[in-house]
């Protein structure tokens, strides 16, 4: 069992070599080498140990060359020592091979050529192949024909690739019984063991049969039998493969990796410089009035901030959606305007931010994407740190600013002395536990919440109801619901129900309600009574809360049950669940999630 | 790298149709299961591929026999005795070299897109074991499996008790390294041990599946999987050699096999796919995610509907078969009804010889086995399963007796 892979094209290949022989290291690792074609030099190197360690230690890229041959090898015949290392030469130098195979009469074969005068150098079967080319090249005068003439003098299982100074821009390949197949790209050509050998390049393949072999230039390829030397029509088959499956490390898509990713984003938010943290919360502080702005799903973070600070310090702080901001607000020496934006290029907030600026106001950003417009143009900037956000749809560059708000809000009550530092502590150590219990969400619920989604796909229309600092999440929650399912979606604080919105209920308008843990008694209390109102009307009503084993069963159709935590981060883990209902509806409707119609990355058009 | 397709099970949930033959040789949508792998596996860009044979071998080997396509290094490998999974999977022991990896793929799955390929690509990446995982409609028959944030594999619970939470599970799908033989050896041949023990060391990583999957264990599954297939088809397709008389009716998708015989005043509702050298006599209906094997003939007025109807099998006029799977070469007179729901729209409930199954189904059929007989003028009650080569009397209200 052995790799062997082959390469030719028009600049130096060696890396090209190296990335293809690494990935058939799973095919056997023992002792690996190339062989390159310096011009019309043959150049080769090997040693034991595994690719990387190969090709770091020998320098081997440092060799160049335009076609080249490799192999990494799991030892069959012959100890794994430096001489039994592919590949091989023939005595002149001429012919360097690579085999992956047995060749069942080498003794035969290798006492003939001894006797006529070969120098062996290895224990292995392979290396008669070489010898034998040299032997009848010697005869014919033709490579492919002395090729033709030892690979049907050979007995046993090979596939092989060889390369020789006589046709320097040439790899001459062969297969009985062991795999091989060829790439076909535009500028190169390869050969492999098999197609993750040249994966990375090319998507098109031609499986080698048994008996058939093949010469490949950088522009051409050409299959025959050995048997008749006759030309084979051959197919390319294309290879289904997503290039970016690498990227997305598994996922099958970057919305649920960056869902996946939110309790990295938690930690790395709890590891931000807490000087410059303390800075903004001065500023916030020293301001006579201050806003949060942000557009899209960065404005119902700005919303989810407000309730944050109005119930954790003295200060009310307005959210203002970033188109709106020059209507509305009220700005000068003394205002701080802390905007908010994923990529740090959103044009709307960037225009709040010229206004604010031209009024001489303070101005602090947390944004995601360092250097970016935002972070350059504003007095203090926190970069959350979250790491390239590749979905449309924002999910844990949002979630890490609301945590990076929640430590802001915590600090500032700590510092007006809202709150004594055991409760300070207390509500960040809440904070430190949320990537275990969100791992947990997403590992034991997201199977059910898929179950769900499925099952209510076809629903056109969702309320998206909760009360206090859960009406923004019920906000955020429907706008990803619009954004990836394209499904009509409206947030609403529960109480506007019986303002009128209760007209709206009968069995095809379902409800989505949030409702807090049972400790936070009051919002509890009157978030249960507008499941009550919709109940009473046989409305479908989907309660997302945290009362497990409670007697609440037949008051929702359907539940979705949290695990119980402290009041501060229960609305995080209700974010969680709307970014997955979001997504398997999405899945169950066959959109195109990563790239949703209508939206951008970052929106920088007015 | 080298497939192994387990095929060797006897797969009893799936009675009348597993009787005859193993899950992997099933039709669904004019293709068995097994042909359907193997064509996902050479778009996958594997070729060497090993079946685990057992259970009526024979069909196996025919099929592999008979199979020209290019490229590809099938065997069939025999488990001598039922010995579960885990022995499954050491048939293919001196396959596998030291160090080598292998696809592993488990035979009465199905996707409705290349789950092979995801695999691959997911090993290529992580370069290390690989497990496919994806959220099934149900989960409580299944390996649950947790993660941890970097699609490693922490924790493999086999069918969870008391909760009603569904998790990712294993699809049957994995990349596994040769030394997996010998972590089989150790746990006493279970594929469920061997697996626990590697996530416990860390050394297995997920390939998250989130396409349609579908474990076949019910005889009612099948008409699930046709309806993935179908679904999954974009076009319609109909053979050269297929003759279409006037006033045919098609809408949506519909594949109509070589020499096929679509008689005057028929309609085809697609989704749906009639096989080769069939015949659909004059004025019948066709609905939606009816798949008609190769060779069948479809007699006059006759409706069918969300139905798989296996090769050589035949429907007299004016019946009706609908929410049914019908198994080769059965034969049903004019005038017979499947029934496919109960009075009062309760869900219908199987009775496969002594054991019984509440489906989730308000609309069920008939589970009808390979060549039975059924004569003319039978009303067939919903959830029933006919047994392989029952012969099943002509109904008449009037004899010549009375």
Excluded at chain 2, 242 to 262: D, R
Aim: aromatic share 8%; proline share 3%.
């Amino acid at each position: 069992m052995c790799g062997i892979n082959g390469v030719v094209g028009l600049s130096n290949i060696s890396e090209v070599l190296f990335q293809g022989i690494r990935n058939l290291e799973y095919r056997g690792y023992d002792s690996c080498g190339i062989a390159l074609m310096n011009k019309n030099n043959l150049v080769v190197r090997k040693n034991t140990g595994g690719v990387e360690e190969f090709f770091r230690k020998g320098d081997i890229l440092s060799a160049k060359g335009k076609t080249g041959i490799a192999h990494t090898r799991w030892a069959t015949h012959g100890k794994v020592t430096y001489d039994n290392t592919h590949p091989f030469t023939s005595c002149d130098g001429a012919f360097a091979l690579v085999h992956n195979g047995i060749i069942s009469n080498y003794r035969f074969l290798r006492d003939g050529l001894i006797g006529e005068g070969h120098t062996f150098r290895s224990e292995t079967d392979t290396e008669v192949i070489p010898h034998l080319i040299e032997k009848y090249y010697k005869k014919y005068s033709s490579v492919e024909k002395a090729l033709v003439k030892t690979l049907n003098t050979l007995e046993g299982t090979f596939a092989i690739a060889l390369i020789s100074i006589y046709h320097p821009d040439q790899i001459f390949c062969a297969r009985r019984e062991s795999p091989l197949m060829l790439g076909i790209g535009d500028e190169l050509k390869f050969v492999g063991s098999d197609f993750n050998a040249f994966i990375d390049f090319t998507k098109n393949a031609v499986i080698i049969e048994d008996n058939e072999y093949a010469i490949l230039t950088r522009d051409s390829y050409v299959v025959k039998s050995f048997l008749t030397q006759e030309e084979i029509a051959k197919s390319i088959t294309k290879i289904e493969w997503d290039s970016e499956t690498a990227k997305k490390g598994g996922y099958p898509h970057y919305m649920l990796k960056e869902i996946y990713e939110q309790p990295q984003t938690i930690n790395t938010v709890l590891e931000l410089d807490s000087s410059l943290m303390d800075e903004v919360v001065d500023m916030i502080d020293t301001s006579d009035r201050a806003y949060f702005v942000g557009v899209g799903t960065t404005f119902y973070v700005a919303k989810f901030s407000e309730y944050l600070f109005s119930s954790l310090t003295d200060r009310f702080i307005p959210a203002l959606s970033s188109d709106e901001f020059v209507s509305l607000a009220k700005v000068d020496r003394k205002t701080l305007v802390l905007t908010l934006s994923q990529s740090g290029e959103t044009f709307d907030t960037i225009s709040a931010l010229k206004f604010a600026k031209s009024k001489s106001a303070k101005t602090a950003a947390i944004v995601n994407v360092m250097g970016s417009s935002i972070s350059r143009l504003v007095d203090k900037v926190i970069l959350q740190g979250s790491g390239p956000e590749i979905c449309v749809i924002s999910t844990k560059a949002a979630f890490a600013q609301i945590i990076t708000l929640t430590i802001l809000a915590l600090k500032l009550s700590l510092k007006t002395k809202k709150i004594k530092q055991r409760e300070y502590d207390a509500s960040i150590n809440s904070i430190r536990e949320l990537p275990e219990v969100i791992q947990n969400i997403l590992n034991e619920r997201s199977g059910f919440i898929h179950r769900i989604a499925n099952n209510y796909s076809k629903v056109k229309n969702w309320l998206y109801l909760g009360k206090g600092i859960y009406y923004p999440v019920a906000l955020e929650s429907a706008l990803k619901m619009k954004e990836v399912a394209y499904v009509h979606a409206e947030g609403m604080p529960g109480g506007f129900l019986k303002h009128g919105t209760l007209a709206m209920i009968d069995q095809d308008v379902n409800s989505i309600v949030f409702i807090p843990p049972r400790s936070d008694k009051k919002l509890y209390e009157s978030t249960m009574h507008s499941v009550e109102e919709i109940r009473a009307r046989s409305g479908f009503v989907l309660g997302v809360h945290f009362d497990e084993g409670s007697k609440n069963k037949n008051l929702f159709s359907e539940e979705i049950i949290l695990p119980n935590v402290k009041p501060i981060v229960a609305p995080f883990l209700q974010l969680v669940i709307g970014q997955l209902l979001a997504y398997f509806t999405a899945i169950s409707l066959k959109r195109n999630i990563d790239k949703p119609r209508s939206l951008a990355k970052s929106v920088t058009v007015g | 790298m080298k497939a192994i397709i387990l095929a060797a099970g006897k797969g009893s949930n799936l009675n009348p149709f597993s009787n005859t033959r193993p899950i992997p040789m099933i039709s669904v949508a004019g293709r068995t299961l097994l042909d359907n792998s193997l064509r996902q596996l050479k778009n996958a860009g594997i070729n060497d591929v090993y079946i685990v044979v057992g259970h009526h071998k024979e069909r196996i080997q025919d099929f592999i026999a008979g199979k020209t396509e290019d490229g590809m290094n099938i065997h069939c490998l025999e488990q001598k005795k039922n010995g579960g999974i885990g022995d499954a999977v050491l048939q293919v022991k001196e396959k596998i070299s030291p160090g080598e990896y292998f696809l592993l793929i488990y035979g009465d799955t199905l996707t409705d897109e290349n789950i092979y390929s995801k695999a691959q690509q997911s090993f290529h990446s992580f370069k290390c074991p690989v497990a496919s995982i994806c959220l099934p409609p149900s989960n409580e028959s299944f390996g649950n499996v947790f993660l941890n944030a970097q699609m490693k594999i922490n924790k493999i619970v086999e069918k969870p008790k008391g909760s009603n939470f569904g998790n990712y599970v294993l699809a049957g799908v994995f990349v596994l390294p040769e030394s997996f033989f010998s972590l089989l050896k150790k746990n006493k041949h279970s594929m469920e041990k061997s697996l626990q023990t590697m996530a416990k060391k860390g050394d297995l990583m997920a390939s998250m599946w989130e396409n349609e999957w579908l474990d076949i264990v019910y005889p009612w599954e099948i008409l699930q999987a046709n309806k993935i297939i179908l679904d999954s088809w974009s076009e319609s397709s109909i053979a050269k050699s297929a003759v279409m008389e006037s006033n045919v009716t098609m809408q949506g998708v519909v594949k109509i096999g070589e020499n096929a015989v679509i008689k005057a005043g028929a309609v085809l509702e697609g989704p749906c796919s009639i096989g080769r050298g069939s015949y659909i006599g004059n004025n019948s209906l066709i609905r939606s995610y009816t798949s008609i094997g190769s060779n069948c003939s479809v007699g006059y007025g006759v409706e069918l509907k969300n139905c798989v109807v296996l090769d050589k099998s035949g429907i007299g006029r004016l019946s009706f078969v609908g929410d049914s799977v019908i198994g080769e070469n059965v034969d049903i007179g004019a005038g017979c009804m499947t029934v496919n729901r109960n009075t009062n729209w309760e869900k219908i409930q199987v009775k496969n010889k002594k054991t019984v199954f509440s489906t989730k189904m308000k609309k069920l059929g008939a589970f009808v086995g390979d060549d039975v007989v059924i004569g003319a003028g039978n009303t067939i009650q919903p959830g029933t399963v006919v047994l392989p080569g029952k012969k099943i009397p002509a109904c008449y209200s009037v004899t010549n007796k009375t």
